[in-house]
């Protein structure tokens, strides 16, 4: 079975400072990856999508970045933080092919509060 | 551009009634999936249907929806509902498999009350 790790579970960082927020795919070669992002309250706002190891799209920046450094691994990460970073970010892989190729598995979560 | 529309940002009821939440999108595919996803208090989204066939009614859990392209729309429904099922359900359509994947409506926060 597929399991989807992310870290860290939550984290309070000030303005200004770097960010660097992680998962990890098991049991699933080549998924495709994905970084969501939800405000308190809000909806889920796709940041990054990577279909292979090494290349990332962007979405929706927001001052943000993502990579791929494994096949099981992606990460998002800024050198300076916004108050408007905070909210719950959320890694989540599909299959890409198949019946289910579409569908997200989302890990669980990491909780980001900027002050 | 691909949209999924959800009107109610709030639906209260009382346990043991029916609910339903809405679920409108504009696409210009014609391949497409759709889904019903439910996040629970402090915890990340599960996929609760998925549905590509026209007319064709899904079930899981007790909740249903079916598929209606002519109406461009994809409601979800509960006969009964339950306490446990007060939670943030979100609509969200895939036009292509891969790539940018789901795009999500802006959510439905179901509050079941006794």
């Known amino acids: 079975a597929q399991t989807i790790h992310q870290w860290p579970v939550a984290e309070i960082k000030a303005v200004g400072s770097p960010l660097s927020l992680g998962c990890t795919i098991k049991?699933?070669?080549?998924?495709?990856l994905y970084w969501y992002w939800q405000a308190t309250g809000g909806t889920l706002q796709q940041l990054f999508y990577s279909i292979t190891v090494g290349q990332v799209e962007s979405v929706v920046q927001l001052n943000l970045s993502a990579s791929r450094p494994k096949d099981d691994q992606f990460i998002l990460s800024t050198e300076k933080l916004l108050l408007s970073h905070s909210g719950f970010y959320l890694c989540a892989w599909s299959p890409g092919t198949g019946l289910s190729g579409n569908t997200l598995y989302f890990g669980e979560g990491s909780r980001l509060i900027v002050v | 551009g691909d949209s999924v529309t959800q009107t109610e940002g709030l639906v209260t009821v009382t346990e043991g009634l029916p609910v339903k939440l809405n679920c409108t999108y504009q696409t210009t595919y014609l391949t497409i999936a759709f889904f019903w996803y439910v996040q629970y208090l402090n915890e990340a989204p599960q996929v609760l249907l998925k549905s590509s066939t026209d007319n064709k009614r899904t079930e899981h859990q007790g909740f249903h929806a079916t598929l209606h392209k002519s109406s461009s729309s994809f409601h979800l429904q509960k006969s009964s509902a339950q306490l446990s099922d007060s939670a943030l359900y979100y609509c969200a359509l895939s036009p292509y498999q891969g790539g940018r994947a789901l795009i999500f409506g802006t959510g439905t926060t179901v509050s079941v009350s006794p």
């Open positions: 049991g699933k070669s080549s998924p495709n």
